[in-house]
């Protein structure tokens, strides 16, 4: 698979085409309209339709893969807030059978082959001991797509996804294994200092990434944090 973000064109020209315009309904808000129009016509929805992806958010971790191949040789992937499974079935479908990969979520998710899913609150209080303790051996990539329904106000918007940010990185630093990733979804401005300096702490290297399936006009970043520093980083 080529590497960058090739994949974006590669999705847009497969699904150009006349653009579908949707007429306001009775009873239906114009914003739910516009909301229609572009899914309609977006070229990764289109795609992740044809391909069998539950949402176009499967290409987003796929794109974050072909770049910084972070899935390459993994054994173990845990998916925190894996609903409705589109990263499951990428993560399924690039490591061999043998891989244990677990996915955990607030809702029920329909099964995707080769991973366990888990319908559990992670922020609850045996959460973290209850993943630990079926894992087989350290984690060699830690996923985070969890957000919290939104606000509208910004400023609480960030607090709440940087607070499930910080989270994980609790979780990811005590499961990694040596050379381990851990990724996670953030809002614009909102990866604060502190949660960038103390990734810096435990990983050779941290980044922010947009790939290409995140709508221009979202608030959407990721972090990407490789080369876990192993347990005395701790």
């Known amino acids: 698979m080529a590497k960058g973000w090739n994949r974006q064109s590669q999705t847009r020209s ?3 085409g006349a ?6 309904a009775r009873g239906r808000k114009p914003s739910s309209t516009r909301w229609l129009q572009r899914q309609l016509n977006d070229p990764y929805v289109a795609e992740a339709n044809r391909l069998g992806y539950r949402s176009r958010a499967a290409f987003k971790v796929a794109e974050l893969d072909d770049r910084y191949q972070f899935l390459k040789g993994a054994k173990r992937v845990v998916d925190l807030g894996c609903a409705p499974g589109g990263w499951l079935q990428v993560v399924t479908e690039k490591l061999p059978e043998t891989a244990q990969v677990i996915g955990i979520d607030l809702q029920e998710v329909e099964p995707v082959p080769g991973a366990d899913i888990w319908v559990m609150d992670f922020l609850a209080e045996d959460a973290e001991e209850r993943l630990m303790d079926a894992l087989d051996g350290p984690v060699d990539v830690v996923l985070s797509d969890m957000a919290n329904s939104a606000t509208g106000h910004r400023q609480t918007d960030q607090i709440r996804t940087m607070a499930l940010c910080e989270a994980a990185l609790d979780f990811a630093i005590k499961v990694l294994g040596e050379g381990g990733t851990f990724v996670a979804k953030v809002l614009q401005g ?8 103390r990734m810096q702490q435990h990983f050779k290297s941290v980044k922010h990434a947009k790939p290409p399936a995140s709508r221009a006009d979202s608030k959407e970043w990721f972090v990407l944090a490789q080369g876990f520093k192993g347990k005395q980083s701790s």
């Open 19 to 24: 653009k579908v315009r949707v007429k306001t």
């Open 190 to 197: 909102g990866s604060d200092n502190a949660l960038m300096t």
């Open 14 to 16: 497969r699904a150009r």
